[in-house]
């Protein structure tokens, strides 16, 4: 507020004592210095804004209020790197071949030459102004929707300890509005599950990556996949229940599928994302899971098996 943020719209400057006096008495008692703290004082509807850098939430915190998560001021903050190859993904925001090895082929299916970790490197193209490390799931179980604005959101176990139970994002209840987030789960299982009846999430220019590498060893198979990984584990999204629609976003390196859609109460819809380098399915259907309408405007390719398999 104090560095230009405010105007009044009165040609009062933010630096003249008036505006300073009316910005300490308004910011008194709304500093805080944890997220925990801010979330334990907010109201519906109210905006919590992270300060630049990286914030550690090493204790468990639950969206259970309908309130704006905002990087800085706003996704002006929030600033794409230029890419440095000529081949960008039709819609993604943060095209996947960026400084890449790999191929450009779009076909269903890649070799096992295609997708090994030395002729391949997917490079996310996001300068993260704000970095959430989380140390446990951030769920979120409110009636309402929760928005949240330019965050990298990291589940990151600094204890190195494999907690497969855990996922970065659960959404167990309302709803969820992202733009411009990037979702990854080093250490844990996968990077968002939707798990509520109703529970509606739209992502735009979102990514969803590197989930559940940390437990993959590629150099161990000439293939790149896991032998211990399953279905259900490692996924950047799993849609259990509710529903998803996700608009030129970047889906890519987890260490499971791209998308794991189960049962018949699961939606999604994508438009113009790209999924690619998955070390198994780009797109995997189980238990009458229903494959996403209008793929034609997608880019799925170049993961380790078939990019649509139903079972």
């Given at each position: 507020?104090?560095?230009?943020?405010?105007?009044?719209?009165?040609?009062?400057?933010?630096?003249?004592?008036?505006?300073?006096?009316?910005?300490?008495?308004?910011?008194?008692?709304?500093?805080?210095?944890?997220?925990?703290?801010?979330?334990?004082?907010?109201?519906?509807?109210?905006?919590?804004?992270?300060?630049?850098?990286?914030?550690?939430?090493?204790?468990?915190?639950?969206?259970?209020?309908?309130?704006?998560?905002?990087?800085?001021?706003?996704?002006?903050?929030?600033?794409?790197?230029?890419?440095?190859?000529?081949?960008?993904?039709?819609?993604?925001?943060?095209?996947?071949?960026?400084?890449?090895?790999?191929?450009?082929?779009?076909?269903?299916?890649?070799?096992?030459?295609?997708?090994?970790?030395?002729?391949?490197?997917?490079?996310?193209?996001?300068?993260?102004?704000?970095?959430?490390?989380?140390?446990?799931?951030?769920?979120?179980?409110?009636?309402?929707?929760?928005?949240m604005y330019g965050l990298n959101i990291v589940l990151e176990d600094n204890n190195h300890i494999n907690n497969n139970s855990n996922n970065c994002m659960a959404i167990t209840g309302g709803s969820l509005h992202m733009e411009r987030i990037t979702v990854s789960n080093v250490f844990g299982k996968n990077g968002m599950t939707i798990k509520g009846k109703k529970s509606k999430v739209t992502a735009?220019?979102?990514?969803?990556?590197?989930?559940?590498?940390?437990?993959?060893?590629?150099?161990?198979?000439?293939?790149?996949?896991?032998?211990?990984?399953?279905?259900?584990?490692?996924?950047?999204?799993?849609?259990?229940?509710?529903?998803?629609?996700?608009?030129?976003?970047?889906?890519?390196?987890?260490?499971?599928?791209?998308?794991?859609?189960?049962?018949?109460?699961?939606?999604?819809?994508?438009?113009?994302?790209?999924?690619?380098?998955?070390?198994?399915?780009?797109?995997?259907?189980?238990?009458?899971?229903?494959?996403?309408?209008?793929?034609?405007?997608?880019?799925?390719?170049?993961?380790?098996?078939?990019?649509?398999?139903?079972?």
């Amino acid at each position: 507020m104090l560095d230009g943020y405010s105007d009044n719209g009165w040609g009062v400057g933010p630096k003249h004592s008036s505006m300073v006096s009316l910005m300490k008495y308004t910011m008194n008692g709304r500093i805080f210095g944890s997220f925990s703290d801010a979330l334990k004082s907010s109201n519906d509807g109210q905006t919590i804004c992270f300060s630049p850098g990286e914030h550690q939430v090493s204790n468990n915190v639950g969206l259970h209020l309908p309130v704006r998560l905002i990087a800085g001021n706003g996704l002006g903050d929030v600033i794409p790197l230029p890419s440095t190859s000529k081949k960008v993904a039709r819609g993604a925001f943060n095209a996947g071949l960026n400084n890449g090895g790999g191929t450009s082929s779009s076909s269903s299916s890649s070799s096992s030459s295609d997708f090994s970790s030395s002729s391949r490197t997917v490079t996310k193209k996001r300068n993260d102004l704000v970095t959430l490390k989380l140390s446990n799931t951030l769920e979120l179980k409110c009636n309402g929707t929760v928005h949240m604005y330019g965050l990298n959101i990291v589940l990151e176990d600094n204890n190195h300890i494999n907690n497969n139970s855990n996922n970065c994002m659960a959404i167990t209840g309302g709803s969820l509005h992202m733009e411009r987030i990037t979702v990854s789960n080093v250490f844990g299982k996968n990077g968002m599950t939707i798990k509520g009846k109703k529970s509606k999430v739209t992502a735009h220019q979102c990514e969803f990556i590197d989930s559940g590498n940390a437990t993959c060893n590629t150099s161990s198979s000439s293939s790149g996949s896991c032998s211990s990984n399953n279905n259900n584990s490692g996924a950047g999204i799993v849609v259990e229940r509710g529903e998803i629609f996700a608009q030129s976003t970047l889906i890519s390196n987890n260490n499971g599928n791209g998308v794991t859609i189960i049962g018949s109460n699961s939606n999604v819809r994508l438009t113009n994302c790209e999924i690619c380098y998955n070390h198994l399915n780009g797109i995997h259907l189980l238990k009458g899971g229903k494959e996403p309408s209008n793929m034609e405007g997608n880019w799925v390719h170049n993961n380790n098996k078939v990019d649509l398999q139903e079972k």
